[in-house]
């Protein structure tokens, strides 16, 4: 059964840093990975999409790393902003073998606040 | 394209009644998945509709059921509500063609049983 870590569950870090969330996964037998912000109680915002024969995809002030063996992966957020606090949600999807239609397991998140 | 839109956006029931929500997935997109999220959780896999069947479903018992259209708009029905019913509804679509694609998600339902 795949299990999706995400650390650390919460981080408070002052505008202008640069930052790093991680997140693993138990199975390492994946198709893709996806990067999720999410606002309070709004839906979900796709950030980024790895494949897994990707190493790493980049949009802006964000880059996601893949190391699929490991088992792990990680959103850079260069030169943070208020604007960034919300909730990073990481999910895989399994490998498409057989008749596996892709359900999503999802971390459970960490919580980001930029201060000014 | 207006992406995925669920509706409504809130509702509160009593426990023992029935609900349904809808879903519209993206333009273009074929399948349409559903995911229960509890306060401080991350999103749990309810089914995924294709095709108009159900193809894979999470650990849900069979209260929860769904249904597809042929416009590939969807329904999730909840019989017989449990206070732990109570939850974010998200509502997310990809097109099956694809396996690599990525997945859009709904602005969700909130579910509030007293």
């Known amino acids: 059964k795949q299990e999706v870590t995400q650390i650390p569950a919460a981080l408070s870090v002052p505008e202008g840093e640069n930052l790093v969330l991680n997140c693993s996964f138990t199975d390492s037998a994946i198709y893709n990975l996806q990067w999720f912000r999410q606002d309070p109680g709004k839906g979900l915002t796709s950030l980024l999409l790895i494949q897994s024969s990707q190493r790493e995809q980049t949009s802006g002030r964000l880059n996601a790393s893949l190391d699929k063996s490991s088992g792990r992966s990680t959103l850079y957020i260069a030169a943070s902003q208020p604007g960034d606090s919300a909730t990073y949600l990481c999910a895989v999807r399994p490998d498409a073998g057989g008749t596996s239609y892709g359900k999503l397991t999802f971390g459970q998140g960490t919580i980001l606040t930029v201060h000014p | 394209d207006a992406g995925v839109t669920q509706s409504p956006t809130h509702l509160i029931k009593t426990r023992g009644q029935q609900v349904t929500l809808r879903c519209s997935p993206k333009?273009?997109?074929?399948?349409v998945s559903w995911y229960q999220q509890a306060l401080g959780q991350g999103p749990q896999f309810i089914f995924q509709?294709?095709?108009?069947?159900?193809?894979q479903r999470g650990n849900f018992p069979d209260r929860f059921s769904g249904h597809q259209f042929p416009n590939y708009s969807s329904e999730l029905n909840v019989n017989a509500l449990l206070l732990g019913d109570s939850a974010l509804y998200l509502c997310?679509?990809?097109?099956?063609?694809?396996?690599?694609?990525?997945?859009?998600f709904g602005q969700g339902t909130r579910l509030t049983v007293v």
């Open positions: 997310a679509s990809r097109e099956q063609g694809g396996l690599n694609t990525e997945a859009f």
């Open positions: 333009s273009g997109h074929d399948t």
């Open positions: 509709y294709y095709e108009e069947e159900e193809r």
